[in-house]
Structures are given as C-alpha cells and as structure tokens.
T-cell receptor, first 113, second 114 residues
Framework: EDKVVQSPLSLVVHEGDTVTLNCSYEVTNFRSLLWYKQEKKAPTFLFMLTSSGIEKKSGRLSSILDKKELFSILNITATQTGDSAVYLCAVPDSGGGADGLTFGKGTHLIIQP | DAGVIQSPRHEVTEMGQEVTLRCKPISGHDYLFWYRQTMMRGLELLIYFNNNVPIDDSGMPEDRFSAKMPNASFSTLKIQPSEPRDSAVYFC????????????FGEGSWLTVV
C-alpha cells in the first residue's frame, strides 16, 4: 500500500523565519511527487518533482526530491503571514496513467506576525 | 479558465436524507476525481473516472455512496442515506492525461450531516 508521511504535523514560527517541511514516501512505481498548499479552500498546486537533486523554485518557496532516500523537502524562506496554510505532499498511486493521488496528512504551518 | 466548479459549496442535512454533490471539471480534462477530506483521515481518493468511465472506486466507503459521470462536463457524488460520519469536505478534481499527474481541485463541498 502506498504511503506518504509528512512532518512536522504542525509548526508555528515568526514572520521572517525559514521553514523546512518534510515528506517521505513509499510507492511501488514512483513517477512523481507533488506539493500543494491548502488555505481555507481547495489545495492549490505548488510543485511537481520527478528527478532527484533538481531544485524547483518559485519565489520564496523551493523543493527538492531525493529518490534514493525516498523523501522530499519544501523550504520557505523569509516567511510571511500569508504563508500560513496546510502544505500537502502527494504521490500518484501505483497504477498506470493519471491515477489518483495518495496524500500525506499535511503540515499545518502558522506564521505569527 | 473557470477551474473545477462544485456545488453546493455548503450543505447541512439531516441523517437519512439523500445528498447529491455536483462537479464540472475543467474543459478538456479527461480525468475526474472525487476526494473526501476530514481532520482524522486527511484527503482520501473515493473514485476516479477516465473519459467518463469509472476506473477505480475502491475508495468508496460503502454502498451508500455512488458516483456517476454522464458526460465529459458533469459528475455527481450521491450519498443515500447520509449519516453523521459522512460529514466532511468533498473535493472534485480533474486532470489532463499527459500533464504528469497535476490535478486541479475545485473549492469543495462542505457537508454536515446532523
């Protein structure tokens, strides 16, 4: 059974701090790993990672994948209160095609002013 | 692009009543997913369709749950009869085959069964 484990489950930091969110996975047929940000509504797509060691970057957010150790990290630098959200990590199910995603429970990030 | 559209956004219903949730996927997307999100279990895949055909419904919790996709632009998730433990946020999502599993979510239908 595919499994995605995120840590920490929750994190409270001050504005300006840098945070690192972790995601480890077990999947039979790895194809990609995705990060989503969920505020009060639907998860919104952040990154898709397929190759080890290649950093994806978008503004203050960046993410990298280690396929050997089966984990990914999401970094947020110079955090702002608008970064407060649940960050979800997901991997496609082991079947072929554009199957559903198996999600981790998420990291609930709170940025205090 | 209007995105994935779901309705109703919120519903409160009494135990035993039938609930129907609706979804319009992004135009041109050939995969449609129904997810349920609760605090305890996080996001769980219930069922997904490819080209309107149900592919995997192993996540559907019980026979009380059913889903249909009569055409490429519409899907329903029905719960009959509803129970309090069905209270959750139900997300519909769609994706385009070949885009590497990037799935786009609707805003969710917040269901409360009392």
């Amino acid at each position: 059974e595919d499994k995605v484990v995120q840590s920490p489950l929750s994190l409270v930091v001050h504005e300006g701090d840098t945070v690192t969110l972790n995601c480890s996975y077990e999947v039979t047929n790895f194809r990609s790993l995705l990060w989503y940000k969920q505020e009060k509504k639907a998860p919104t797509f952040l990154f898709m990672l397929t190759s080890s060691g290649i950093e994806k970057k978008s503004g203050r957010l960046s993410s990298i994948l280690d396929k050997k150790e089966l984990f990914s990290i999401l970094n947020i630098t110079a955090t702002q209160t608008g970064d407060s959200a649940v960050y979800l990590c997901a991997v496609p199910d082991s079947g072929g095609g554009a199957d559903g995603l198996t999600f981790g429970k998420g990291t609930h990030l709170i940025i205090q002013p | 692009d209007a995105g994935v559209i779901q309705s109703p956004r919120h519903e409160v219903t009494e135990m035993g009543q039938e609930v129907t949730l609706r979804c319009k996927p992004i135009s041109g997307h050939d995969y449609l997913f129904w997810y349920r999100q609760t605090m305890m279990r996080g996001l769980e895949l219930l069922i997904y369709f490819n080209n309107n055909v149900p592919i995997d419904d192993s996540g559907m919790p019980e026979d009380r749950f059913s889903a249909k996709m009569p055409n490429a632009s519409f899907s329903t998730l029905k719960i009959q009869p509803s129970e309090p433990r069905d209270s959750a946020v139900y997300f519909c999502a769609s994706s385009l085959q070949g885009t590497g599993n990037t799935i786009y979510f609707g805003e969710g239908s917040w269901l409360t069964v009392v």
